[in-house]
């Protein structure tokens, strides 16, 4: 089957001195107002330059946004119950934990503070759910994943709106601009993690932001840290890597988290969600010991596990979701956006799933317990890594998805450094909608939707990541289906 096609926003292409003057004006607009990054291949941390993004907004269908928005909250609350599911955790993942050495210490952790008790009764969730258009199912919402760790720019989004709309206008095209969504994704999760601040009940206390050793989304990052002060100027921001936390945390009498003689209420973690991050055991502790601790965790071990591939797998069979949400209307709201996913363990549906994906790989997507992208297996490699592991217990560490074919469409595609001349090409387009919630094992205090992002990349490419330079920024321009 064919991928489906949509027109752009406005008539295609444009004049080539026209695009010239509007993309140098389009630079130095995100450059000037922090849609920007340090440089993967030339780092400089007195330097940024700006990041990768689309010319246009690219279009996206007005309903199948509003149903995204308005389906949030109730992800946000899926997520909620799931993290406090004990018995649910342990099942879904003890075969993984097995063989994935990550998942595996991240859930020692999560036994070891459940076993203590939990020092901490709230949890605090920025999560961002993910969704590509499927052109099978005429351009409707499939959710590739969902992110309860480190869920990236919310901070660079907010800035895209106004930016657009900038474009737009430059091209006598303004009077469209309403078809941009307002974003204040920003501000609302700033507002989250201040109402964390807040349910400490410690005046002095400090929110810490658990960063990389070397961060290259660093505006990004950033945007939260000032917008936290805008928004509170008492409330102070600090950053530490997981190592100067290891090297300089302890837990005081009260077991609250200590960090240079600063108390802090809230560990906002931007890390700590890959391999690499964790040195060795200096990091592990410095992860147990904060979640040990009495700060406000976001997110804490349980809901970084609920985020988990496994147990997207896992809820997307049935009778699960039931499990979770009474209603039988929301049950079937979320049902509705899920793909075919499938385990790969040792019964007869995970040998059924081995044999789909040798039979048309291309159908499919593998995909391991790993945040930050780069990490999937798609095409005949699929096929290939199958073969390899089918014997093994390795493979009841990965899932197998069907493949979402999303509708493609014409765009400028600008990125930092490059010489080649500016031409159209064929794009898909990656949907994003931010949530915030906050609670425990009984009480849910704060539950919404806060803003959305919208991430594009060339349409033969496998992977989008932003960061490294395989997608690019954009925001989505809504139409109805009859345009």
């Known amino acids: 089957m064919a991928a489906s096609r949509l027109d752009p926003c406005i008539f295609l292409p444009l004049d080539s001195a026209v695009l010239e003057e509007t993309v140098e004006k389009a630079k130095h607009w995100a450059l000037m107002h922090g849609i920007c990054m340090h440089s993967k291949t030339n780092f400089n941390r007195d330097a940024v330059q700006f990041a990768p993004f689309v010319l246009l907004p690219s279009v996206f269908p007005r309903d199948e946004f509003e149903k995204a928005v308005k389906l949030q909250p109730l992800l946000n609350e899926l997520m909620h119950r799931v993290a406090h599911d004990h018995e649910f955790l342990v099942e879904t993942l003890k075969s993984t934990i097995e063989v994935d050495e990550f998942t595996g210490s991240l859930f020692k952790i999560y036994m070891t503070v459940q076993s203590e008790g939990i020092t901490q009764r709230w949890s605090t969730g920025l999560i961002r759910s993910d969704y590509m258009l499927h052109s099978g199912d005429n351009n409707s919402l499939k959710q590739i994943e969902i992110n309860t760790i480190a869920s990236s720019f919310a901070g660079l989004s907010s800035q895209l709106t106004p930016f657009y709309r900038f474009v737009l206008q430059e091209l006598h095209y303004g009077d469209t ?34 960063v990389e050793d070397v961060t290259y989304n660093i505006c990004d990052q950033r945007f939260h840290e000032f917008k936290v002060r805008e928004l509170a100027p008492n409330v102070r921001v600090i950053r530490r890597s997981l190592t100067q936390i290891g090297e300089t945390a302890k837990l005081g009498q009260r077991k609250e988290l200590l960090i240079d003689g600063l108390e802090v209420a809230v560990v906002y973690y931007r890390s700590a969600y890959e391999p690499p991050q964790y040195h060795g055991p200096l990091e592990w502790n410095a992860r147990l010991l904060m979640e040990r601790s009495l700060a406000i965790k976001c997110p804490s071990i349980q809901y970084h596990l609920a985020g988990t591939k496994k147990v997207q797998q896992a809820l997307a069979q049935p009778s699960v979701l039931e499990r979770f949400l009474k209603d039988p209307q929301k049950v079937a709201a979320v049902r509705e956006i899920f793909t075919g996913l499938y385990s790969l363990d040792f019964d007869e549906l995970g040998e059924k799933a081995i044999q789909l994906a040798m039979s048309k790989p291309e159908h499919y997507v593998l995909k391991p317990q790993r945040e930050g992208g780069g990490n999937n297996v798609y095409g005949p490699k699929v096929r290939d890594a199958i073969e390899r592991m089918k014997s093994s217990k390795e493979r009841t560490a990965w899932i197998l998805m069907d493949r979402i074919l999303p509708p493609v469409q014409h765009t400028y595609l600008i990125k930092p450094g490059a010489t080649e001349p500016l031409k159209l090409i064929d794009i898909v387009s990656e949907l994003g909608i931010y949530g915030v919630i906050i609670g425990d094992s009984e009480e849910i205090v704060v539950n919404s939707q806060v803003g959305h992002t919208l991430r594009t990349k060339v349409s033969t490419a496998d992977e989008g990541g932003v960061v490294f330079g395989m997608g690019a920024l954009d925001s989505p321009f809504l139409i109805d289906r009859s345009h």
């Open 177 to 210: 601009s309403r078809n941009i969504p307002d974003n204040p994704a920003l501000e609302g999760f700033c507002r989250g993690l201040l109402k964390a601040w807040e349910l400490y009940e410690q005046e002095k206390a400090v929110i810490l932001v658990v």
